[in-house]
């Protein structure tokens, strides 16, 4: 099965950048979408932004306009470039790969191990 790692993470403060990486042990881009989620704590897991297999972002509205999800082929990369961070922010970070399975919508899914992403104040 494919791996993903992740790693950028780390501590900033607000207004900083941090630019987040996932990199597959093989090609993940063969599958339906790839996305990045996060988790705060007592949180449930949200999804920040996915890239479709035809190339198509999208974006939670609550990063829309400050965070860019971009991908490297040669490298087998996904990226997630983060701008004007602030606290509300702070949560671990995962990279996913998932493939539709069948028309009824069952789903594979592949993840990371996630990455600490810590905004203060």
């Known amino acids: 099965q494919v791996q993903l790692v992740e790693s950028g993470g780390g501590l900033v403060r607000a207004g900083g950048s941090l630019r987040l990486s996932c990199t597959a042990s093989?090609?993940?881009?063969?599958?339906?979408?790839v996305a990045w989620y996060r988790q705060a704590p007592g949180k449930q897991r949200e999804l920040v932004a996915s890239?479709?297999?035809?190339?198509?972002?999208n974006y939670a509205d609550s990063v829309k306009g400050r965070f860019t999800i971009s991908r490297d082929a040669t490298t087998n990369t996904l990226w997630l470039q983060m701008n004007r961070l602030n606290p509300e922010d702070t949560a671990v970070y995962y990279c996913?790969?998932?493939?539709?399975?069948?028309?009824?919508?069952?789903?594979?899914?592949?993840w990371g191990q996630g990455t600490q992403v810590t905004v203060s104040s």
């Open positions: 996913n790969a998932r493939k539709v399975l069948n028309v009824e919508g069952a789903l594979a899914d592949v």
């Open positions: 890239i479709t297999d035809r190339g198509n972002p």
């Open positions: 093989r090609n993940i881009f063969n599958f339906d979408s």
